[in-house]
């Protein structure tokens, strides 16, 4: 299996080669910033879920996802991930660097998500971390702003943060970016030990969310089908890597 998810990593991982505007302890650090603000509001307001059965089923499967990222990728052999459920997050999940997750806790009770579905949406998040993408948004403001108007890290995410039309158009570049951490996240999952068809019944609960979209080209996902076929052609491709590596002769 390892093997398969290797030769998956190399084939989807390419933008990690890409060259970054900022070191990457310094653009680390500016995310795990923006990711502990979110933290201390959630503690200030009170909306880190306080479920202990739930909390327990997110950190089993953080761990399960962490240790697949770690068994493919050396660079995290030794990290420890977090995933923390919140409130009225906004958003269904987010990545930070430094190996933080943070979750919608409404949005995970309002699917009744499975473990295998919960893994699949770490895995994913997991795959943002290991494409480096938080670094690709700094990259791309330096560029745009020029790196005289955002010479840190910091003051690029700042900026990025303050104006709506920044993430406008940076977002041809971040659907690009959720296909392959679609892609790479299956990858990761696959290798998590998951039951991949269970994981699949979350793209259908996504599709009917979508009725509920007003706009859906401001979305920097694909639809939940595209991306639900998507997926599980990574899933067919290594579950045939896997059945050739295991009928050759011992």
């Not at 991982?13 to 680390?28: I, K």
């Not at 995310?31 to 739930?54: E, F, I, M, N």
């Amino acid at each position: 299996m390892k093997a398969g998810v290797a030769v998956m990593l190399l084939l989807v991982n390419g933008a990690c080669l890409a060259q970054a505007a900022y070191p990457e302890t310094e653009a680390v650090a500016a995310w795990r910033g923006l990711a502990a603000s979110y933290v201390r509001k959630a503690l200030r307001d009170q909306t880190l879920d306080r479920d202990p059965a739930l909390n327990a089923r997110v950190d089993a499967t953080m761990a399960a996802v962490g240790a697949a990222v770690a068994r493919v990728d050396p660079r995290f052999a030794r990290s420890a991930w977090t995933a923390l459920l919140i409130e009225d997050f906004g958003r269904g999940a987010a990545a930070f660097p430094g190996e933080i997750i943070l979750m919608d806790a409404k949005f995970v009770r309002a699917l009744q998500l499975n473990d295998d579905e919960l893994a699949l949406i770490l895995s994913h998040e997991a795959a943002h971390i290991l494409a480096g993408h938080a670094s690709a948004k700094l990259s791309f403001m330096a560029d745009h702003l020029g790196k005289e108007k955002v010479p840190t890290a910091r003051t690029a995410l700042l900026e990025y943060l303050t104006l709506d039309s920044y993430a406008a158009a940076f977002q041809a570049t971040e659907r690009l970016q959720e296909r392959e951490a679609d892609r790479l996240g299956a990858a990761i999952f696959f290798a998590s030990g998951y039951d991949p068809q269970q994981a699949l019944l979350l793209f259908d609960k996504l599709a009917g969310l979508e009725t509920h979209k007003v706009a859906r080209d401001t979305d920097s996902h694909d639809a939940a089908m595209v991306r639900k076929q998507a997926v599980s052609q990574v899933f067919g491709e290594l579950q045939r890597i896997h059945a050739q590596g295991s009928s050759k002769p011992r």
